[in-house]
């Protein structure tokens, strides 16, 4: 029998000085038109949507205002985001709210593993916000997850995209033991632009975490992601790519970041589909087995389809 929690009473949002006290930036509202979007309209998407709110479960589609949600939950995808819907950091970039977090919710993965038994997901990503606040990090919240999807739904393949857990000694190796498909850790720009885009996380400590969970576990994927637009160089982008074969990782995903709020970073520029083609097929010559960069790429866009060209890759390499 499928439990189905009550949802835990949530704290009010309360924005961290980092946002509220930032001098506004303004959004542009003139976007190229390789960046607009439908609003979403089709009856899937709303029986998605309805979903969601049956099972009391946060999506990172709606929280993070993501540009892809029409199309996405309109095919019956979508990226669960567990551990409530606040955050203990303030990244400059991010659209969810930030302050003191939710109570965990131990049905959660309970709930989470009923809605992707009944959209019949083949391929699910589970993210959340971060849990400094935790001991773990929420790291066996992660593993209880993914063993309750695996009771559910033993054929759909799983991908984590988890915070850094920074200062949090032995997360990593729980989340590994849980045997993802796919472990998922973004470093979201260039190490040049982490105290003001990412002031809560360490570069090299983000890329360290990919290079011990391919350590752990060569069998899992691992997999990150990048903004463009922040201010970074080009060259600051090929570094960063380099770093990531380094630490072993398979798969890249670029896309553009765009401006949630005027509180947040300003968009510096908006990036042609040609400069993503580009970065694209450097990815490849630097040897990942899978690339994905485009303007609308996000770290689960198209993640189910991903995933079997990743393991094709693989069994070809």
């Not at 960046?35 to 049956?54: H, K, N």
């Not at 090299?204 to 463009?228: A, E, N, Y």
């Not at 097929?281 to 995933?307: I, N, Q, V, W």
């Amino acid at each position: 029998m499928t439990l189905i929690s009550e949802a835990p009473q949530k704290s009010p949002p309360l924005r961290q000085p980092h946002h509220k006290d930032k001098p506004d930036q303004p959004v542009q509202r003139q976007k190229p038109d390789w960046i607009r979007v439908r609003a979403p309209s089709s009856p899937t998407y709303f029986e998605t949507r309805a979903l969601m709110r049956e099972h009391k479960l946060n999506t990172v589609c709606e929280e993070a205002a993501c540009p892809n949600i029409g199309e996405c939950w309109s095919q019956k995808h979508a990226t669960m985001m567990i551990l409530g819907s606040v955050c203990t950091r303030a990244c400059s970039f991010c659209n969810v709210a930030t302050g003191r977090p939710d109570t965990v919710d131990p049905f959660e993965p309970f709930n989470v593993a009923a809605a992707v038994s009944k959209l019949g997901l083949r391929h699910v990503v589970i993210t959340s916000v971060d849990r400094d606040d935790l001991p773990d990090g929420g790291a066996q919240h992660f593993a209880d997850v993914i063993t309750a999807i695996r009771k559910q739904s033993p054929d759909t393949t799983i991908e984590v995209l988890t915070p850094d857990f920074l200062r949090k000694d032995g997360a990593i190796d729980i989340v590994v033991a849980a045997r993802p498909d796919v472990y998922n850790h973004n470093l979201e720009t260039v190490p040049r632009l982490y105290p003001e885009v990412r002031p809560g996380a360490r570069y090299f400590h983000s890329l360290r975490l990919l290079d011990q969970v391919k350590q752990k576990d060569p069998s899992i994927f691992t997999k990150s992601g990048l903004m463009v637009g922040l201010g970074e160089t080009k060259t600051e982008l090929y570094q960063v790519m380099d770093d990531l074969r380094m630490a072993g990782v398979d798969f890249l995903t670029i896309g553009q970041y765009l401006q949630p709020t005027p509180k947040h970073h300003a968009v510096m520029r908006f990036v042609d589909p040609d400069e993503f083609a580009s970065y694209q097929t450097m990815a490849y010559g630097k040897g990942f087995l899978m690339a994905s960069c485009s303007p609308l790429t996000r770290s689960s866009y198209h993640a189910d389809e991903d995933f079997l060209k990743l393991r094709a890759a693989k069994q070809g390499a």
